[in-house]
């Protein structure tokens, strides 16, 4: 029973968390997170090669929220609405208030000339913490198989 | 504890809806609604614009029986099969007995050529209800990010 | 509560399962299954016409072994990586022990040159057991819809 209800909350924080990407709730994404946390995107082939580099890497809350309000006010890239898919969540709990999770994603993104289909696929590699806010990402590891990403990664994944 | 049960509730409603509907059981279909109900499809544009007007739209059990009936007997769509992919439920409680929740929702068709893809990607936005048989629903807007859909739109997304 | 707790048990099973194969750990996916064990996969046109034939039978936890083996060694195909999406799990209940379980599947792949498409769907039937180790699957079929499948279905579904 408490297996179930810890993985019923860290669902229910990732779906929030999605819900937010793909229905332009932007401003609320920096909240998933702690203060002190990190946020990165690295392509599999440097994660597999032991490369630490990546083409997104924030290390706080307030660097989250910049990048939010320069995709608001530069507006550079196309419209477009994404919809993530998860699956697979595995847990790990490192101590009452710490887990480390590991899911798989698939986004789908339709452009403006109204065509859908699968923009990014890869995995998320969580630290989980428990807050007084309930749980949040202490880091958050966006590691994307598909390596010929089709325009630029403005909008977080 | 309750808030689980409610999600689970919910969350097996919509699975039961989709596996309905991608297993070929459309009879099923209108059986997911109460006798008074709105089922609708609708471009995000209009949406976005307030536009009510959508591509599908039916008030009331026996019209989603009607539509069901006539697919069968015209049979003048191509043979497809879809799987519906869904994500990021969120739940609004209205009362005890009503509660409004919002899914994206990922469609992926396999025509008789074989070839499968993302057919529609959007989301869901419902008005459910307790009824003596269960939840049930009320209100199941389709909202379609797509706007380039490939066929007729004849079978219920 | 009861039935909660069933579907979380055969929910988890599901999504370890995927998990192992997402994430190149093929070495376990024998051990999701029990020492006797039917694993196929059929394309949709055989099984809807009653051909119990497809392009891929197992009939043992050691046959399932061997496959492995011969993938790592071997290596014939072209390097990939796999994301499975469920969804739409239908549960019917044989006896204490024994469920059936009906699931829709979508399997995202990217090749080397780094572009992510659906590459197959299609449902899972399931026979799972309970052993002393856990839920096991006793059976499971892959019924794909997909006919025109891209590449040598090497690795498992």
Not at 9 to 18: D, K, N, V
Not at 19 to 39: G, H, I, K, M, P
Not at 140 to 150: E, G, N
């Amino acid at each position: 029973m408490e297996q179930m209800i810890l993985w019923f909350e860290l669902h229910q924080l990732q779906q929030q968390y999605i819900s937010a990407l793909d229905n332009d709730r932007l401003e609320q994404w920096a909240d998933f997170f702690t203060e002190e946390c990190v946020y990165e995107i690295v392509p599999r082939e440097n994660e597999d090669a032991g490369l630490p580099i990546g083409i997104i890497y924030c290390d706080s809350k307030r660097m989250l929220r910049d990048r939010v309000l320069s995709l608001r006010h530069a507006n550079i890239y196309e419209v477009h609405s994404y919809r993530h898919m998860t699956s697979g969540m595995q847990i790990r709990v490192i101590d009452a208030d710490t887990v480390e999770t590991e899911s798989s994603y698939v986004v789908v993104q339709t452009l403006q000339d109204g065509e859908s289909f699968v923009y990014q696929a890869g995995r998320y590699l969580d630290v989980v913490v428990r807050t007084p806010d309930g749980w949040r990402y202490k880091a958050k590891r966006v590691i994307y198989d598909t390596s010929r990403v089709a325009t630029l990664l403005a909008t977080p994944i």
